[in-house]
């Protein structure tokens, strides 16, 4: 037993390696994947994805979609997320205003945060309406394409928003604005208004808008959002939807120390606007 815990220093543990491997997975545009489309995309044998997702299951990491053969991240992985010192306060705080969030909007509502060059939801409430029961925790997307990631991107240092944009945008349907300077004038609106929409940028059907929370040194470290059904959330529902979540944004923003104004031009750290 004590030989096979023992290894070289700096050696990395393969399986452990494997199975980190399998959750990332969960969170590059697949929230729902079998054995068989993981060991593909990793390009492990499938009776070792299967043996790895069986222990992840059984830690409750992983969870199986029931009825179907395929799996997503468990609530476990969501519990320990928010144990993390970064973002952990931010979570607790802002939860029961989560809760009153969905009561208010009957919609799905998420929390946020920067991830490297990405954005994740770190908290789930599910609003009255179930059409929409996909669980998001731990699902990372790009910044461009979310309504919580433009945000967020949003009040970034200029720094930031250029290194994070150099690269191609993805397109994920039709309506994902893959242009630079159209994105720039999105921000510069999300600046203005204090929320960010999304309509259909990262699936089609879904639509979204969300608002910064700030820290007490006025410094955007979360991003709160209410999502539904394009049915639901038309154009001028989102409107309203997006003075709701910003003012929930405020009072999570206001319980971390801030007193940054939202939905005015607000200079980033690096003095530009």
Not at 109 to 135: E, F, P
Not at 145 to 159: I, R, T, W
Not at 238 to 244: D, F, I, K, V
Request: net charge positive; with cysteine.
């Amino acid at each position: 037993m004590q030989q096979a815990l023992t290894h070289e220093r700096g050696q990395r543990i393969q399986s452990v390696q494997r199975a980190a491997s399998i959750l990332r997975a969960f969170g590059e545009g697949a929230p729902e994947l079998g054995v068989g489309e993981l060991s593909r995309r990793l390009a492990l044998h499938k009776s070792t994805v299967s043996r790895l997702l069986s222990t992840l299951e059984g830690e409750g990491l992983v969870e199986r979609v029931v009825p179907g053969d395929k799996y997503r991240l468990g609530f476990e992985f969501a519990r320990l997320a928010g144990q993390v010192p970064h973002f952990g306060d931010v979570r607790a705080i802002a939860q029961p205003l989560l809760r009153e969030l969905a009561d208010a909007s009957h919609e799905t509502v998420h929390l946020a945060v920067r991830d490297g060059d990405q954005v994740i939801n770190v908290d789930q409430i599910s609003g009255a309406h179930l059409v929409r029961d996909t669980n998001w925790v731990g699902r990372r997307t790009p910044f461009h394409c979310v309504a919580n990631g433009k945000a967020l991107l949003a009040f970034f240092p200029e720094a930031d928003i250029k290194r994070l944009t150099v690269q191609p945008l993805e397109r994920f349907t039709p309506r994902t604005i893959t242009n630079k300077t159209e994105l720039r004038a999105e921000l510069a609106r999300v600046r203005r208004l204090g929320y960010a929409q999304a309509r259909g940028e990262i699936e089609e059907g879904l639509n979204a808008v969300a608002a910064p929370v700030f820290d007490k040194n006025g410094q955007v470290i979360a991003a709160v959002s209410v999502s539904g059904p394009a049915y639901r959330l038309t154009p001028t529902r989102l409107r309203t939807m997006g003075e709701l979540v910003k003012r929930y944004a405020q009072r999570i923003s206001k319980r971390l120390g801030s007193s940054s104004p939202v939905g005015i031009e607000i200079s980033r750290k690096d003095g530009s606007k």
